[in-house]
């Protein structure tokens, strides 16, 4: 196994660091007019508000046993994603699977670092829950507290970015991760807790800083973890194929 620091240096970094770029650049375009002020925004008017009191009231007009599956889906459409996840890595440290044992280790890093950001950006743009800001929506879930602010959605951030870096790293797993993610998104929006440009702005973030962690740091996190599982006797020690290896 080797890496060939050419091939990094001029496709796989710069497309890294343009998908790291892009994630934020769009979740701050995405940032409702008026962000940042003293006190908490609440977006009453627009598109955005538009389609999240459509889906909401066609959530409500559901008997009320779909409430509790709608709300419990959005949660469980995170945490089957964030399984399949888990057993991929599994899978792939039993099997000696270096590529793939890295692969998920990176993907996860990505996914949790666009998991922080966007809870910073939760803290500079400060907007209000539409469940609190829209006195007469439709919210079938209880409304998160004072001071958990709605803009991005962590829970999308998360979801679609384990979804779409799956994808990437095994493509037969896209059909079932990637309506996982999608369901995570608009379930969210459904339920009455998120507008629709806070789940557009944590997709975007979750999937740009997903696949640029899969860009930036598998292939080299692969060169440490395959002595490490030869070691377990899972696998075979990295041996250089030609071309220039990237050493540290």
């Not at 925004?41 to 459509?54: I, N």
């Not at 889906?55 to 509790?68: D, F, Q, R, V």
């Not at 979804?163 to 608009?186: E, H, I, K, S, W």
């Amino acid at each position: 196994m080797a890496l060939d620091s050419g091939t990094y240096l001029s496709r796989r970094l710069p497309a890294g660091l343009i998908l790291l770029g892009v994630g934020a650049a769009s979740a701050l375009l995405l940032a409702p007019a008026g962000s940042g002020g003293d006190e908490p925004l609440r977006v009453r008017s627009g598109f955005s508000v538009s389609v999240y009191r459509t889906l909401t009231e066609a959530a409500e007009g559901t008997p009320s046993w779909m409430h509790t599956v709608l709300e419990l889906g959005s949660e469980a459409s995170v945490a089957l994603v964030a399984l399949t996840l888990v057993v991929v890595w599994a899978l792939a440290v039993r099997r000696g699977d270096a590529r793939t044992v890295a692969g998920t280790m990176t993907l996860g890093l990505g996914t949790v670092c666009a998991y922080a950001l966007s809870e910073g950006l939760k803290l500079l743009v400060y907007q209000e829950r539409p469940c609190r800001a829209l006195e007469d929506s439709a919210a079938v879930a209880p409304c998160p507290s004072l001071g958990d602010w709605s803009f991005p959605s962590n829970h999308t951030t998360l979801a679609v970015g384990a979804a779409v870096g799956l994808a990437l790293l095994r493509p037969r797993l896209a059909a079932f991760v990637l309506p996982l993610g999608l369901a995570a998104a608009v379930l969210r929006v459904a339920v009455g807790v998120h507008y629709p440009h806070d789940v557009l702005a944590g997709s975007i973030l979750g999937a740009s800083w997903s696949a640029a962690g899969l860009l930036l740091l598998a292939a080299p996190f692969a060169l440490v973890v395959a002595p490490l599982l030869a070691r377990l006797g899972l696998g075979s020690p990295p041996v250089p194929e030609g071309g220039h290896r990237l050493t540290s």
